[in-house]
């Protein structure tokens, strides 16, 4: 006679999510656009045409720091 005990199936730990800080600075002469370039990457604009580096921009004094959370 064979006698089957079922199995029950342990849920298995969803991966953890870890977030991890990543500093990136822009480096370079003055009037380039790192300020432009840095403010269409932050509001979403579409770097791939010329329309969301149409912002006039003020000259950075100093240090300028943002911070933007991206899901990967």
Request: proline share 8%.
């Amino acid at each position: 006679m064979l006698t089957f005990t079922p199995v029950t199936r342990q849920p298995q730990d969803p991966i953890p999510r870890r977030s991890k800080p990543v500093r990136v600075a822009l480096v370079g002469d003055s009037g380039v656009g790192k300020t432009t370039l840095l403010q269409c990457y932050l509001e979403g604009r579409d770097l791939s045409s010329r329309e969301g580096f149409k912002v006039k921009a003020e000259p950075t004094l100093g240090v300028d720091y943002a911070k933007k959370r991206v899901r990967i």
